[in-house]
Structure formats: structure tokens, C-alpha cells
């Protein structure tokens, strides 16, 4: 577990972070030792240096992490940069670049479709992938299809992609979805492959109940409370790494009524009716009071990082009552930053409109993150076994944060040897939209050889299978900063090692 602390007028800021997957951090900050009654953190804190902040991670079927002690005076603070510092600042760059886990997508059924390679030429990192079960709604899945199923989910790694998956069992409302033990069995047998493949799984959508997997419209009658908490819960236990996303704010009032539960951490909304009206199809309510609240809830929940991902599935109606300024370019802009959107398909729905009004480019940068250095203090000279003591500030310039953990490191490169030295820094979810600070206090290796090395950021997968791809690693929007080749950032800065 991790901790960044800045010191600011109103007390002392403290992120907090574990790159362990489906972990929860809970804490508290009166001394006493947190358990699983404890607040569960969400959110970075504000908190008096005279707190006694304690944490403790939590994830099922692994154990706790030992209790740690924060202290949030002294050493622990991003401590003042030395005189030998030096202040670099950085432009920012208006260029569109792909980036993983976020932008336009297109829809695809993932069984039989062979332009992977295309989607990446194209600029596309990520696909909402259909994954089509409508042959086996009385029994098992056959093998074979559960190796077409792997072998598709391999050929998207291989070609730098990610997805948002779902399974369906009908793609009319009229047609009867799989009955429950049919379901139940087949979350079963996909649980293997989900697991291996969760690497390029950017979300997991609730599916299997009723048309297109909506939670809606079941005749097999699997469309009510019990029946859909039972199925999420399979769900989230299939893939304990990643988010399940969820179709209505009523379905996600059902598994997290208040909004601020643990299980906030495991949701995810997909939106695929954005525009059409003013519920959106039945995303919110129709009421308009009612619909008022759960735009207001989608909203508690987004700001804790719950990502948005979905497609549009007509214009909004050019008559009537439009109570949140949706017919206009800036109401439409200001919907996406709202609910901090991730991702929306660019190849259904009316997605034209925004290139006529001109907002199409500023929605392709703006989607998910984009984020930049805009300065940084570092020093000019470190020592083998010492720290390494500066700041980095940072904006991001998007609607929403990286919706899966993401490390992010100070690499240290030897300008002659090319030997490099990797430190975590941070994880890149707690850079939510607007400005960030990150206090750098690090320890040294005593073997550190001496030298002059260049400076960078590096946010890699989190995946081992994927960390050292750098079309997985996550660039930053500044101008010739960037590295293809190893998907570092360049500080354009660097330091002895004397």
C-alpha cells in the first residue's frame, strides 16, 4: 500500500493507493485499528496533521495487509526541494493520440471479427466486444466455443487492444433469454477465461438477462431484485479484478442503494441510450423529480471513479421540455463531463451532429483521461543510497480518471549504459479530473551506479503480461515527450548521480 501526502491551507492531502487487484482500503484516523467497519477510501482526504491516520487493505481470499501507520507531520509531507532543484515547465500538447482504456469504440461481435489489426490503425484502443450465446440457452457452453471465445480474447491482446465484454442471449425483445440455472452455469464455465483474460478487460457488462443483455425485458422472468443481485454477485466473484457495469441507475441503486458502499468500488454504469431523451431510454427515471435524483446519485458515483462507457441511440428530440440544455454543443459537452464518460461508439448513433458543431476533436482528446505535466521541481544531483526529493504537478485535462489501477514510476535511464532504475510514484486513478501534485521522496538503490541519467514517467500496465508494451502504457499530452519505443514520458530533465 502506498501514500502520498501535500500539505496545503486546509490540512494535510492524502492519497491513498494498492495495486493490489479487488483490494479495499479502509482506515481510520483517530489511532484506532481499522477492520472491515471502518470507512472505506474512495476519495483522497483532507485531514489535520494532528490525526492518527491507519490503514489496512482488504481482499477476499487474500487476507488483510499488516495495519500501517501514516504520520502526517515531518518526513512523511512532500518535503521543501532542496537549493540544487531546478523548475521545469511543460507545455501542453492539442494533439489526438490513442491512449488504452479510453476514446470512441466501436461495437463488434467478438466471435468471428477478424480487423483487430484495423482498429488499432484506425487509432482505436478499445472495442465494446458481443459476445453471442443465443445457441446454448438449455445447457453448457461446448468447448469449441469456449476456445473461440479465448483464442478471440488472445488475438486482442496480441493486437494492443482492450474491450468492454458483454453476453447475450437475444437480441430481441420478443425472444425468451436462458433461464436462470442455464445462466448461473455458464458465468461458471467463462470464469477461467475471464480470469486469464482480465488484462484486456477494461469492464465486465452485467449481460445475460433479457434483450441485448439489458437487464430488462426477460422472459425467462430474470429481471427482478433477487434474481439480478445473485447474478451480479457471480459476476464480481468471476472477476474479482474489474468493475461490472450496469445498464440502468435503478440496477445500480439495487446492489449500492445509498451510493456510498464498498461495493461502489466493483460498479460501473453503461449508458447506451445517451441523448435520446431525457431519461436516456430509462437510464434515469421518467419522472422528473426522480429522474433529478438519480442524475444527482450517477453523479455521487462517478466522482468516485465509477466509469461511463456507452453509445448514443438517437439525437435527443429538437421539441419539448429540455430541462438540462442537451440540444445545444455546450449542454452536450457538459452531459460527457458530468458523468465523466470513458468511452462512447463513434460508429452508431448520431454521432455526426458533434463533427457539424464542431465538438467531435475536443470529445475524442477529452474522453476518459488526458493527462499532462504542466511543471516540475527536481534536483540536479543525488547520491547512491540517498532520496531523490522534488515535485511533479499535473492536470488532467479529460472527463474522468483511468478507471483500472495504473502504476505510475520515475524511471532513472543511464544516458550511456541505458541501465534504468524504476521508482513507484503513485497510482494514476487518484489523478481525477483538474489538477494533481505528487510529492517525490524517494529512496535510492546504494548500488545505484554513478552518472548522468535522463529523467522519465512511466505508467505501464498493471498486468505483467502487458507492462512492458509500450501501446499499453499510458502517454501523456505534452509535446515531444513521448517515447514509442519503450512508452516512456521524457521530464526533459536529468540528473547526476554522484
Known amino acids: 500500500m502506498g501514500a502520498s501526502l501535500v500539505r496545503g491551507s486546509s490540512g494535510v492531502q492524502v492519497s491513498l493507493r494498492t495495486l493490489t487487484e479487488g483490494a479495499l482500503i479502509r482506515y481510520t484516523t483517530d489511532g484506532s485499528e481499522p477492520d472491515w467497519r471502518s470507512p472505506w477510501y474512495s476519495a483522497p482526504l483532507t485531514l489535520s496533521p494532528s490525526a492518527r491516520l491507519r490503514t489496512i487493505a482488504m481482499r477476499s481470499g487474500l487476507g488483510n495487509s499488516p495495519i500501517r501507520d501514516i504520520p502526517l507531520s515531518g518526513a512523511g509531507l512532500t518535503p521543501t526541494p532542496t537549493p540544487a532543484s531546478r523548475t521545469i515547465t511543460y507545455a501542453a500538447s492539442n494533439e489526438i493520440f490513442p491512449n488504452p482504456e479510453r476514446g470512441f469504440r466501436r461495437g463488434v461481435q467478438l466471435i468471428g471479427f477478424g480487423d483487430l489489426a484495423g482498429e488499432r490503425a484506425r487509432g482505436n ?117 474489474r468493475r461490472v457495469q450496469l445498464r440502468t441507475v435503478a440496477d445500480l441503486r439495487l446492489i449500492a442503494p445509498s451510493g456510498s458502499e464498498a461495493v461502489v468500488a466493483r460498479l460501473g454504469h453503461h449508458n447506451d441510450c445517451f441523448m435520446v431523451n431525457q431519461s436516456d431510454a430509462g437510464t434515469y427515471a421518467w419522472d422528473g423529480a426522480a429522474r433529478d435524483d438519480d442524475r444527482a446519485y450517477l453523479q455521487r458515483l462517478t466522482a468516485q471513479g465509477v466509469p461511463v462507457t456507452g453509445e448514443m441511440c438517437g439525437d435527443v428530440p429538437e421539441s419539448g421540455s429540455d430541462p438540462y440544455n442537451r440540444r445545444t454543443p ?57 532520496r531523490l526529493v522534488g515535485q511533479l504537478n499535473l492536470a488532467n485535462d479529460g472527463f474522468a480518471a483511468i478507471a483500472n489501477p495504473r502504476p505510475v514510476r520515475l524511471v532513472l535511464r543511464e544516458r550511456s549504459s541505458r541501465a534504468t532504475v524504476s521508482l513507484d510514484i503513485a497510482d494514476a486513478r487518484d489523478w481525477r479530473p483538474g489538477a494533481s501534485q505528487v510529492g517525490l521522496n524517494l529512496a535510492l538503490p546504494a548500488s545505484l551506479a554513478r552518472g548522468t541519467y535522463d529523467l522519465f514517467l512511466h505508467l505501464p500496465d498493471e498486468s505483467f503480461r502487458l507492462a512492458n508494451r509500450p501501446e499499453y502504457a499510458v502517454r501523456l499530452a505534452n509535446p515531444d515527450s513521448w517515447e514509442s519505443g519503450t512508452g516512456y514520458n521524457s521530464l526533459n530533465a536529468t540528473v547526476q548521480v554522484q
Open 125 to 241: 484502443t478499445l472495442l465494446q466486444a458481443y459476445v453471442r450465446l443465443q445457441d446454448f440457452k438449455s445447457g453448457p457452453i461446448p468447448q469449441g466455443y469456449l476456445e473461440q471465445i479465448r483464442g478471440q480474447l488472445e488475438a486482442v491482446r496480441s493486437h494492443g487492444l482492450k474491450v468492454t465484454l458483454r453476453f447475450w442471449y437475444t437480441w430481441n425483445p420478443a425472444e425468451a433469454d436462458a433461464p436462470k440455472w442455464v445462466v448461473l452455469e455458464h458465468i461458471r464455465q467463462l470464469t477461467p477465461i475471464l480470469r486469464e483474460y482480465s488484462d484486456v478487460i477494461l469492464a465486465l457488462q452485467s449481460g445475460f438477462i433479457g434483450a441485448w443483455g439489458e437487464w430488462h425485458s426477460s422472459l425467462s422472468g430474470l429481471d427482478n431484485p433477487g434474481d439480478k443481485r445473485e447474478i451480479f454477485n457471480l459476476l464480481a466473484q468471476a472477476l474479482p479484478s
Open 330 to 386: 455546450e449542454g452536450q459537452l457538459a452531459e460527457l463531463e458530468r458523468f465523466r464518460w470513458t468511452s462512447i461508439a463513434n460508429d452508431f448513433g448520431p454521432v455526426e451532429r458533434w463533427r457539424q458543431w464542431g465538438i467531435y476533436d475536443t470529445i475524442s482528446r477529452r474522453l476518459g483521461y488526458r493527462y499532462r505535466l504542466s511543471s516540475a521541481t527536481l534536483p540536479g544531483q543525488v547520491s547512491p543510497g540517498g
